[in-house]
């Protein structure tokens, strides 16, 4: 008998020597592993020599699906390829742009915190066309939009010669063509670069990778500003050909791609839109007019309502917050979008929403908006949330309550069969998609599934465990919980 409470202190003993156990559900893990830094580093002025690529096909403002590859030289010129297609998947190539200038990096953006602005000048720029239909449309474009250098670019009923190579740009001719296409080349002009080290996935290995992402400035969601905007936010990032994610089937094909033979992806399934569950961001984002952000969506599939949580921040790697804001509402049955395939176009109704101040700064702001516009007058303090759907939203922020968006959204499956969610790019000039025709046509950064439909409880760890490995690389063991420690006591006093 004494040998059994002997046993039944000592496990109560290591289960108290244990720290408080709490639910901490998945989602809540990668929000704070993103707040953490993520062990990310960027290196100012960045080091740009190398080949980036794509890491799968993207979707730019039109909308326009392509694959770039660029490279750049140690004496500052740079030879890059932008390959566009016909559909979203990137495998029906409709023309290919050889793009050849130099780059001048300049001093860190005064704008956009780690990112470094540059110069850029072209020299060449040439297109080469995969197909009739495509010579002919881009011809048409052309010849009707273009200055007197450029009405006969090419003549009408000009017979497609495949692999020909035909000039738009040229500096010494003074020539310009490249109008017509949309197209300009001042996403170069706002630069970052980071590197991180991704977990080698086989069992018997342990270390990690150097994974290199260059982020390039943001292209203007308005087809007739982007000739004209200079970026203040980054477009979808490309990957160093050396150092990228594994696996990664896109990089290698891209990679290997020229202007007469554009890569052909790999054939991805069409998920269907189930949004039901938790999704959150992957990494700290930026969006134009410098705004840093995580976000974290919650879909209930069975009413169709929805929640949202934007972590705002004033630095790059989202470790200085400055406010929160919680919105919450329903949304509309999803409908195959007409306009940008593979998409699916709803509308959400924004209905409540509440703001949490997290600096002085924004505190301070809050307490000297206009009386009544924005919460309880005077009223605000760092930490403490309040709830601004009484004053129908907050001026001072720009959240009108209640409000309606048109949404476009997209599900796919990454590398590693992860359920990712992308949402519609919100406008450049930062007003909101509140009407059919500001619906968008390409995609913000994708959010990552972190809890199925039916996870309505988290699992049951301990922080001090959560994350560590054994020497093998494997998750270490979670200490258990300390009632069930104590149901064990219970049970040998029993039998004893």
């Given at each position: ?21 709490r639910?901490?559900?998945r ?133 497609w ?26 996403e ?7 590197k ?6 086989q ?28 970026p ?18 896109a ?17 991805r ?9 938790s ?9 134009p ?10 879909f ?7 929640e ?16 929160t ?11 195959p ?45 760092a ?5 601004i759907?009484?004053t129908?939203g ?6 009108k309550?209640?409000?309606t ?10 590398t ?10 919100r406008?450049?000039d ?37 994350g560590?490995?054994?020497g ?25």
């Amino acid at each position: 008998m004494v040998r059994c409470w002997w046993l039944a202190g000592l496990l109560v003993a290591c289960a108290a020597a244990e720290p408080p156990l709490r639910w901490e559900p998945r989602c809540r893990q990668q929000l704070r592993h993103l707040q953490d830094g993520a062990r990310i580093a960027a290196r100012l002025p960045p080091r740009l020599e190398g080949r980036w690529v794509s890491t799968g096909c993207e979707v730019r403002p039109g909308p326009e699906f392509l694959t770039r590859s660029y490279l750049f030289y140690a004496n500052r010129l740079f030879k890059a390829y932008q390959f566009y297609y016909w559909d979203p998947s990137c495998r029906d190539p409709s023309y290919s742009l050889v793009i050849k200038g130099k780059l001048r990096l300049r001093q860190a953006s005064w704008i956009t915190r780690g990112a470094t602005e540059a110069d850029y000048h072209l020299h060449k720029v040439g297109i080469v066309f995969h197909s009739q239909k495509a010579m002919r449309e881009v011809a048409s474009w052309i010849n009707q939009t273009s200055g007197e250098g450029c009405s006969g670019f090419l003549p009408p009923g000009r017979t497609w010669a495949p692999g020909a190579l035909y000039e738009l740009l040229s500096a010494k001719t003074e020539r310009d063509c490249t109008a017509a296409l949309g197209f300009a080349m001042h996403e170069l002009s706002l630069v970052r670069v980071e590197k991180h080290y991704q977990p080698l996935l086989q069992p018997q290995q342990s270390g990690s990778r150097l994974v290199e992402e260059l982020y390039l400035g943001d292209i203007h969601t308005e087809w007739v500003e982007r000739l004209h905007y200079r970026p203040t936010g980054y477009q979808r990032p490309m990957q160093s050909a050396v150092h990228h994610v594994h696996p990664c089937a896109a990089c290698g094909i891209i990679y290997r791609a020229d202007e007469h033979h554009p890569p052909i992806l790999p054939v991805r399934a069409q998920l269907p839109m189930q949004l039901s569950g938790s999704w959150v961001s992957t990494h700290c984002e930026v969006r134009p007019a410098v705004l840093f952000l995580t976000r974290y969506f919650i879909f209930h599939g069975n009413n169709h309502t929805w929640e949202g949580y934007y972590y705002h921040y004033s630095d790059p790697l989202c470790k200085q917050p400055t406010f929160t804001i919680y919105a919450s509402g329903h949304y509309t049955q999803g409908i195959p979008s007409s306009k940008v395939r593979g998409g699916t176009e709803l509308a959400f109704k924004v209905t409540q929403a509440r703001v949490t101040p997290m600096d002085q700064v924004t505190v301070m702001m809050l307490n000297s908006s206009e009386p009544g516009s924005c919460g309880l007058t005077s009223s605000w303090s760092a930490g403490v949330e309040q709830d601004i759907t009484p004053t129908n939203g907050c001026l001072a922020l720009g959240i009108k309550l209640p409000h309606t968006e048109y949404e476009l959204f997209k599900t796919e499956q990454d590398t590693k069969d992860r359920s990712l969610l992308y949402v519609g790019e919100r406008p450049t000039d930062g007003s909101s998609p509140d009407s059919p025709d500001k619906r968008p046509t390409s995609y913000q950064a994708p959010l990552i599934q972190c809890a199925g439909a039916s996870e309505e409880f988290s699992n049951y760890v301990s922080l001090k465990y959560l994350g560590k490995k054994d020497g093998n690389g494997n998750d270490a063991l979670k200490p258990l919980p300390v009632a069930f420690l104590l149901f064990i006591a219970l049970l040998v006093l029993r039998w004893d």
